[in-house]
């Protein structure tokens, strides 16, 4: 499966973006999804992830309570809806997707196999 990652920017903080990541390739439903991030200088972190039917999500604690995952299976996309922005949540957003992954380790890097080549989200201060 091929990952297409879209839709950052630069905002201020307190703002929101949504990013989207469309696939293509194989059956889309078959893939449980997820997204990452790098900022500079740091290793590349967890930020959400969705499973295949879209019922289950997991999310980083820096992120729960602003950040939403969620997928359309029909237009084969996951969209990552970001709201009340801080700079520390300045980084590279990748999205990321696995046929194997269960709840467990669905924040773990390693488990997911395509990745996309990432969006760079900006918050200002």
């Known amino acids: 499966v091929q990952l297409q990652a879209s839709g950052g920017g630069l905002v201020q903080a307190g703002g929101s973006l949504r990013l989207s990541c469309a696939a293509s390739?194989?059956?889309?439903?078959?893939?449980?999804m997820g997204w990452f991030r790098q900022a500079p200088e740091k290793e590349r972190e967890f930020v959400a992830a969705?499973?295949?039917?879209?019922?289950?999500?997991r999310y980083a604690d820096s992120v729960k309570g602003r950040f939403t995952i969620s997928r359309d299976n029909a237009k084969n996309t996951v969209y990552l809806q970001m709201n009340s922005l801080k700079p520390e949540d300045t980084a590279i957003y990748y999205c990321?997707?696995?046929?194997?992954?269960?709840?467990?380790?669905?924040?773990?890097?390693?488990?997911?196999?395509?990745w996309g080549q990432g969006t760079q989200v900006t918050v200002s201060s």
């Open positions: 990321a997707a696995d046929e194997s992954i269960i709840m467990s380790t669905m924040a773990v890097e390693n488990q997911y196999a395509y």
């Open positions: 390739g194989r059956t889309f439903s078959r893939y449980s």
């Open positions: 969705i499973k295949r039917s879209g019922g289950a999500t």
